[in-house]
């Protein structure tokens, strides 16, 4: 019999691809999200529950009628720059909305959950690349309400015998392999889909932010991190957690950082439209460098990214990104 995960937030990005990873690994992921951000239409593999995290009974409710084995929790407001405008709606959805969802684990038995956690929980790192180890400082209520939930959760399995997995996100990337997924962020802000808008002419230009960090290129760098592998990261991690694992934090990057003008170049590369660059400020809050040390998780969950190349990313983005004709 299929084994059921709770995804909430599964009608987004990372939580589409999560789910379809699931899928194939012959679980049955059930959704829970309330479409703010997620799209019903990348619903596609176990049913669509339309809920607001806060909403407790609603998810006891969703809990009591799937039973499901272990949840998957992505559910969460993740723009840094609106966190700092906005940072009560960010704790009240991401941290408020997060012990909603754990009392109504524990009140039905469920006990394992794998979370949607963030490099941003290191803020400005002292060196890269980063382990887990590194020192927690966020520099944003964004990263702030995802380490007070990795904190809450340490808490909760000392009290209570909860197991978690909490994986660090760098920067998510690329799209579904098979095209099926459709990246769908309004309004855009991230690097690589707005590249891409400028390949396909729906903006003229492409500003980078700050041209004056200590970098070889003096524009920021990071660690891109496939989609789809996020996606098997997660798969490995509710496994692992099924199979009595132990709980655990993790890095998911690739351990190679690119440049904005390497990111602009990439795309460049894949569409082989000439951008139009603007040179802009720095983004208050940037670090210089953001790059995974992802040893642990090559360790402990035998996860290895498949596509750790740029140009892969890219091409995968552009595919589901180009305007159809
Ligand atoms: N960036 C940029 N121009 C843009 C958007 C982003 O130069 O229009 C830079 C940004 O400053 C950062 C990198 O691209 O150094 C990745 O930004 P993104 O917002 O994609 O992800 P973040 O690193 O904020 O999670």
Not at 87 to 100: C, D, H, I, M
Not at 261 to 270: G, L, T
Request: one cysteine or more; glycine letters at 8%.
């Amino acid at each position: 019999m299929d084994k059921t995960i709770l995804v909430t937030g599964g009608a987004g990005f990372v939580g589409s691809h999560a789910c379809k990873a699931l899928s194939q690994a012959g679980f049955c992921p059930v959704v829970y999200d309330d479409l703010s951000n997620g799209v019903r239409d990348a619903v596609r593999w176990g049913p669509c529950e339309v809920g607001k995290l806060e909403d407790e009974a609603r998810l006891a409710a969703v809990i009591a009628e799937y039973k499901p084995a272990a949840v998957m929790h992505f559910a969460a407001f993740i723009e840094a720059g609106e966190s700092v405008r906005e940072p009560e709606r960010f704790y009240q959805n991401n941290v408020a909305g997060t012990l909603s969802l754990l009392r109504a684990m524990r009140a039905h038995d469920v006990g394992k959950i794998v979370f949607s956690s963030t490099a941003a929980v290191y803020g400005n790192p002292k060196f890269t690349p980063i382990p887990e180890t590194h020192g927690l400082n966020p520099v944003n209520p964004y990263g702030q309400s995802k380490l007070m939930v990795e904190r809450i959760l340490g808490d909760v399995a000392a009290a209570q015998g909860l197991r978690f997995s909490i994986l660090r996100y760098f920067n998510a990337a690329g799209a579904d392999p098979d095209g099926e997924l459709r990246e769908n962020h309004q309004p855009e802000t991230h690097l690589i889909p707005l590249v891409l808008q400028a390949a396909f002419g729906q903006r003229p230009d492409i500003a980078i932010f700050g041209t004056d960090y200590d970098t070889p290129d003096g524009t920021c760098i990071r660690d891109y991190v496939h989609v789809a592998d996020l996606a098997s990261a997660h798969t490995l991690a509710v496994q692992r957690l099924l199979a009595g694992g132990t709980s655990l934090t993790a890095n998911l990057g690739t351990g190679r950082g690119f440049s904005v003008r390497e990111v602009i170049d990439a795309v460049k590369a894949a569409t082989r439209v000439d951008i139009r660059i603007r040179l802009a400020d720095r983004r208050p809050g940037d670090p210089a460098i953001l790059v995974a040390d992802p040893s642990r998780a090559a360790r402990d969950l035998g996860w290895a990214p498949r596509y750790a190349d740029l140009a892969q990313q890219v091409q995968h983005a552009a595919a589901v990104l180009a305007p159809s004709r």
